[in-house]
Structures are given as structure tokens and as C-alpha cells.
T-cell receptor
């Protein structure tokens, strides 16, 4: 079985300050991990993914995430928030190996204040 | 490529009515799936397919049917709509089925309101 916990349902930051969105996972196998972003009334877009290569993963729009097996965490960060980053972010785990089914976290709403 | 397309974008149904949500992809992807998104719940898997003629249930399959007669299309059928099926529905596809690392590509969603 696999599960994802996003530790904050809502994060609010000021423009130009760092962003940290926290995610813990549970998986019986070596998982693949993803971060997706959803802007209001839009579909989901892949930000980045971890697939057992480098533990520090760089994604689009300046986001990156670090896979920490010992902590079962995959936190998403960005050094400087932009107004256009305001959206909902989903941490996602797949089962590993040939298990391609995705399990989503409940989402973190990021608000960016001017 | 159009990617993953979904129709309709928005639909209102009365309790007991049936309807089909359409999903199509032009990327020759083997794996397709349907999710529903409800506030505070993330996305939950309804049904999925690993290729034409092969489907299986996800986390919340009750009240929904699927079929996969072609690689391109994966329709989702609501047999008898209930207010609990009010949600936003997303279709997704990925290139392969042999690895969990495959990126899934999502359609724009269908908003369904059941009265």
C-alpha cells in the first residue's frame, strides 16, 4: 500500500520569499514521486519527478525537490516566490516497479502576497 | 498533438440520468485513467486501462463503467447519476505501462453537477 501526506493544506508567502511545501510518503517499494501544480480552473501540470536517480530533482519554473529516504519526505522548494506561483500543489506517489497507479496527496494551496 | 482532450467541459444532470464523459489522446499512450477531484480530497482513481480491451478498477469505481475499444479513447459512463457524483473529472494518459516512473498527462477536466 502507498500513501501521501501533505503536511500543510494552505501556505501563504510574500512575493520574493522562499517557498516550502512539505510532503511525506509511504510505500512498500521504491517509489516514484511527483509534484503536480494546478492553477485555478485548469488541469494538472507536472512540475518534477523523482525516479531513483539523483535525489535532488530540478523542475520547471525554478522549483526543486529533495528525496530523503530516511525521512520518507519529498519537500518542494523554490528560492523566491512569484505571483504566478499561486496555485494548488499535489504531491503524488506511484507504487514502484510495474505499479503505475498514482496516489495523490490532498493538496497544498499556495497563496503569494504582493 | 492535441494531447489529452475531454468533453464536455461542463455538464448538469438530474439524479438518475446517465451520461458518458469522453476522453481521447493522440499520443499513442497505452495507459489511460480516470480520476475525480473533490475539495480537500486530492484526486482519486476511478478506473484505469493498460491497453485496448483491458480495464480495471481503481479506488472509487462504484457507479462508473469504462471500456477501451481503441488506444485513443477511454470513455467514462455514469449509469445512474447521484448527487455524490458531483465532482471534477480528469482523464490522464501515459506512454507505457511497464514502469511507475512514467509521467501522466492530464486533460483539462469535466465539471459535473448532479441535482
Amino acid at each position: 500500500a502507498q500513501s501521501v501526506t501533505q503536511l500543510d493544506s494552505h501556505v501563504s508567502v510574500s512575493e520574493g520569499t522562499p517557498v516550502l511545501l512539505r510532503c511525506n510518503y509511504s510505500s512498500s517499494y521504491s517509489p516514484s514521486l511527483f509534484w503536480y501544480v494546478q492553477h485555478p480552473n485548469k488541469g494538472l501540470q507536472l512540475l518534477l519527478k523523482y525516479t531513483s536517480a539523483a535525489t535532488l530533482v530540478k523542475g520547471i519554473n525554478g522549483f526543486e525537490a529533495e528525496f530523503k529516504k530516511s525521512e520518507t519526505s519529498f519537500h518542494l522548494t523554490k528560492p523566491s516566490a512569484h505571483m504566478s506561483d499561486a496555485a494548488e500543489y499535489f504531491c503524488v506517489v506511484s507504487g514502484g516497479g510495474s505499479n503505475y497507479k498514482l496516489t495523490f496527496g490532498k493538496g497544498t494551496l499556495l497563496t503569494v502576497n504582493p | 498533438n492535441a494531447g489529452v482532450t475531454q468533453t464536455p467541459k461542463f455538464q448538469v444532470l438530474k439524479t438518475g440520468q446517465s451520461m458518458t464523459l469522453q476522453c481521447a489522446q493522440d499520443m499513442n499512450h497505452e495507459y489511460m485513467s480516470w480520476y475525480r477531484q473533490d475539495p480537500g480530497m486530492g484526486l482519486r482513481l476511478i478506473h484505469y486501462s493498460v491497453g485496448a480491451g483491458i480495464t480495471d478498477q481503481g479506488e472509487v469505481p462504484n457507479g462508473y463503467n469504462v471500456s477501451r475499444s481503441t488506444t485513443e479513447d477511454f470513455p467514462l459512463r455514469l449509469l445512474s447519476a447521484a448527487p455524490s457524483q458531483t465532482s471534477v473529472y480528469f482523464c490522464a494518459s501515459s506512454y507505457g505501462t511497464s514502469g511507475s516512473h512514467e509521467t501522466q498527462y492530464f486533460g483539462p477536466g469535466t465539471r459535473l453537477l448532479v441535482l
